[in-house]
């Protein structure tokens, strides 16, 4: 049961809010009481995977790989205990950030829809059901982007929504395929069955996984596909950016690394093509970045740029070195930790400078730094994290995939990514020095600006006290880095070891197939 509060907790806030109708106090108070249940459920269930292995649930006592079944790894535990510390922080952030109106027509049911396919597509052992559960968070995710009803966030929303659902359908397509060859979508099963039918077909297996490639790949927004996420971002209210900026891409990568490393066997062909889809990622993240003069657009197309970070983490399994491989793995794991609270803290940040100022265009900010330095330190702690500074988070999850880049001397690779976060900090020093730095426009100062629009104390403190947090915990996790790093390190090694996967989830495994067969990377 355990296993299940992540998806049931959302869900029943979720159907409480909608019942509530356009009682918005009562709204907001049951969703953090719900936020705070589901890092509660979160935490739990990560203690007891780390201290007794793989959880696994057969719903309905249907055993795999006939049934639903819903299994906990390191990693699976991790996403989730991150996603529910960003939930509780957007939750917070949302009470003083998202007017009563769109509360009252359901932002707080429509945010626990889309954390429920969140924590459905994390903790699912198998790909149909991973479909399902994009799709609840699809709908979730599309109506908190168009809620509103503004111009842009309409234009935004159907990019946005047409994109997914090609995503689908190539994602559909590639079921459709593994099934017709295979028999199983379960993972588990997926993982002996698919090594046996390379030995035959090989060119039929890489076909499958180009279609999911480029399924997760629109969903993670990587090149050639990235083109929705900076023109989808910044459209809607700060806090609905916030969660996606953290979240939703990042459900595109994990999707990656599970697949390529659970269920398809080795090919030489596809990880070489995602480490050039890593290195054009970054590259062109970052480009975009730094052309871009409103702090939304220029923080979405970071997005991008470390997605090829975590691409390159998975990539590195062309390396024939085990070791190398371990380390990549566990260095995108670190990254997608790490980027979620960085990046969602950003976000929020962004918003709360726009609430003192309402504006983000950097041409009409300035001064913030003589009128709320706080604002400007909260500001430099993820800015300098994500450009990978020491002592912060990102200075780690840099060097980790510095590291596994020489070891497994792909030197252009890794070149990029330094070049990638060089440029990182021109753009990070751009929103400083322009929101921050530089003097107020002319006709019009800094205080006068600030205090005009500066919101009441109450609804300040609920926009800063988030941004406080997530700013402590990147702190704590590069003063700190051993704590995160052993979680990553163990959960490589759990994705690596097919076999232990399979014999976990599949009770007994089939006696027939060979499991050894796809443990290649153990």
């Known amino acids: 049961m355990l296993l299940a509060l992540p998806i049931i907790i959302p869900l029943l806030t979720a159907c409480v809010c909608l019942l509530l109708g356009h009682r918005a106090r009562l709204q907001r108070a049951l969703a953090v009481l719900g936020a705070c249940g589901l890092l509660v459920a979160a935490t739990t269930l990560f203690v007891r995977v780390w201290m007794d292995g793989v959880q696994i649930l057969h719903v309905g006592g249907w055993q795999a790989p006939f049934g639903i079944t819903l299994v906990a790894d390191v990693l699976a535990v ?20 998202v007017n009563a109106r769109r509360q009252r027509y359901g932002y707080f049911a429509f945010l626990n829809v889309m954390l429920m396919g969140i924590c459905g597509a994390f903790l699912t052992g198998d790909l149909f059901n991973l479909y399902v559960w994009f799709e609840v968070m699809l709908i979730g995710s599309f109506v908190l982007l168009v809620l509103g009803g503004g111009r842009a966030q309409m234009e935004a929303g159907i990019k946005y929504a047409t994109l997914s659902l090609l995503s689908s359908a190539l994602f559909l397509a590639g079921v459709g395929v593994i099934y017709g060859i295979t028999h199983t979508l379960s993972m588990a099963h997926l993982s002996q069955r698919l090594a046996l039918v390379a030995e035959t077909d090989p060119w039929l297996v890489v076909a499958a996984s180009v279609l999911l490639l480029l399924s997760f790949g629109l969903k993670a927004a990587v090149f050639p596909l990235y083109f929705w996420l900076p023109a989808s971002y910044h459209t ?16 595109g990568v994990y999707a990656l690394i599970r697949v390529f490393t659970v269920v398809f066997p080795a090919s030489d062909y596809t990880l070489n093509l995602l480490l050039i889809i890593a290195g054009l990622t970054m590259l062109f993240g970052v480009l975009g970045a730094v052309s871009q003069s409103q ?20 990539a590195l399994l062309v390396s024939p070195g085990p070791a190398t491989q371990r380390l990549g793995v566990a260095a995108a794991v670190f990254y997608i930790a790490h980027h979620i609270v960085v990046k969602t803290n950003l976000f929020l940040i962004g918003g709360t400078v726009r609430a003192l100022t309402g504006t983000e265009r950097l041409v009409q900010l300035g001064g913030l730094l003589n009128q709320v330095p706080w604002l400007a330190i909260l500001f430099l702690i993820p800015a300098l994290s994500l450009a990978g500074l020491p002592p912060l988070s990102g200075f780690w999850a840099k060097l980790a995939i510095i590291k596994a880049g020489f070891e497994a001397q792909q030197y252009t690779l890794t070149a990029v990514a330094l070049f990638a976060g060089l440029l990182t900090l021109v753009s990070m020093l751009k929103i400083w020095n322009e929101a921050f730095w530089k003097p107020a426009p002319e006709g019009e100062t800094a205080s006068e600006n600030s205090g005009r629009r500066k919101p009441p104390p109450r609804r300040l403190a609920l926009l800063v006290a988030p941004s406080v947090a997530l700013a402590v915990l990147t702190l704590a996790i590069g003063l700190y880095p051993q704590a995160l790093l052993s979680v990553s390190q163990r959960a490589a090694r759990e994705l690596l070891n097919r ?21 290649d990377r153990s």
Request: hydrophobic share 55%.
């Open 499 to 519: 076999r232990g996967y399979v014999q976990a989830v599949l009770v007994p495994p089939e006696p027939s197939e060979q499991p050894e067969l796809g443990d």
């Open 78 to 97: 991790l996403m989730v205990l991150v996603t529910a510390l960003m939930h509780l922080a957007v939750t917070v952030y949302s009470l003083a950030n």
């Open 236 to 251: 809607p209210a700060p806090a609905v950016s916030a969660i996606f900026a953290g979240l939703l891409t990042k459900v």
């Open 295 to 314: 702090i939304r657009r220029i923080l979405s197309f970071h997005i991008i740029s470390q997605i090829g970070y975590m691409v390159m983490g998975l």
